[in-house]
T-cell receptor, first 110, second 114 residues
Framework: GESVGLHLPTLSVQEGDNSIINCAYSNSASDYFIWYKQESGKGPQFIIDIRSNMDKRQGQRVTVLLNKTVKHLSLQIAATQPGDSAIYFCAETGSYKLIFGSGTRLLVRP | DTAVSQTPKYLVTQMGNDKSIKCEQNLGHDTMYWYKQDSKKFLKIMFSYNNKELIINETVPNRFSPKSPDKAHLNLHINSLELGDSAVYFC?????????????FGEGSRLTVL
């Protein structure tokens, strides 16, 4: 069945370092992927998206990489800041809905 | 202005009761959703509506009944609440009705069933 999963449930990084959050997806037919950030007590917020005809997309301090061959998605955060501490979800489009992965908690050490 | 707003933010109730959560969006979107987030933070879609019509019902128990009086509102009514219904419920909306675009989420409604 459809599933989107993450390798690391918790990632701890030093402030100023780069963070890499990984995600594996199983539906090879998915053509749209999104990364969401959820801060404590809030709803998920859009960070960046990528379509299947691309393998890389950059935003402000964030980069999403898509490897369709191995069905892998990653989110890179440059110069991680305390405000980046949150749970990060990857999501893929399938069957008229957005399917979320299980999330990775990012902790930023001062 | 809050784009997607849901009320109440917190709801504590006894097993067997009936409760409702309301959601409104002012983004002009045609599609609205309810997601359930469990204690392990897993987000799972429950329903989606496009212009007041039910599009997705993810095998949610009949005790859950969404109602969309107009395309800007999607309310969730839950009958005979059970302990397992305890979760955070998120409303969301999107411009695209095929799941192929950004979802805008509300702040969530934390339901605790005692």
């Amino acid at each position: 069945g459809e599933s989107v999963g993450l390798h690391l449930p918790t990632l701890s990084v030093q402030e100023g370092d780069n963070s890499i959050i990984n995600c594996a997806y199983s539906n090879s037919a998915s053509d749209y992927f999104i990364w969401y950030k959820q801060e404590s007590g809030k709803g998920p917020q859009f960070i960046i998206d990528i379509r299947s005809n691309m393998d890389k997309r950059q935003g402000q301090r964030v980069t999403v990489l898509l490897n369709k061959t191995v069905k892998h998605l990653s989110l890179q955060i440059a110069a991680t800041q305390p405000g980046d501490s949150a749970i990060y979800f990857c999501a893929e489009t399938g069957s008229y809905k957005l399917i979320f992965g299980s999330g990775t908690r990012l902790l930023v050490r001062p | 202005d809050t784009a997607v707003s849901q009320t109440p933010k917190y709801l504590v109730t006894q097993m067997g009761n009936d409760k409702s959560i309301k959601c409104e969006q002012n983004l002009g979107h045609d599609t609205m959703y309810w997601y359930k987030q469990d204690s392990k933070k897993f987000l799972k879609i429950m329903f989606s509506y496009n212009n007041k019509e039910l599009i997705i019902n993810e095998t949610v128990p009949n005790r859950f009944s969404p109602k969309s009086p107009d395309k800007a509102h999607l309310n969730l009514h839950i009958n005979s609440l059970e302990l397992g219904d305890s979760a955070v419920y998120f409303c969301a909306s999107s411009q695209d009705n095929r799941g192929n675009g950004e979802l805008f989420f509300g702040e969530g409604s934390r339901l605790t069933v005692l």
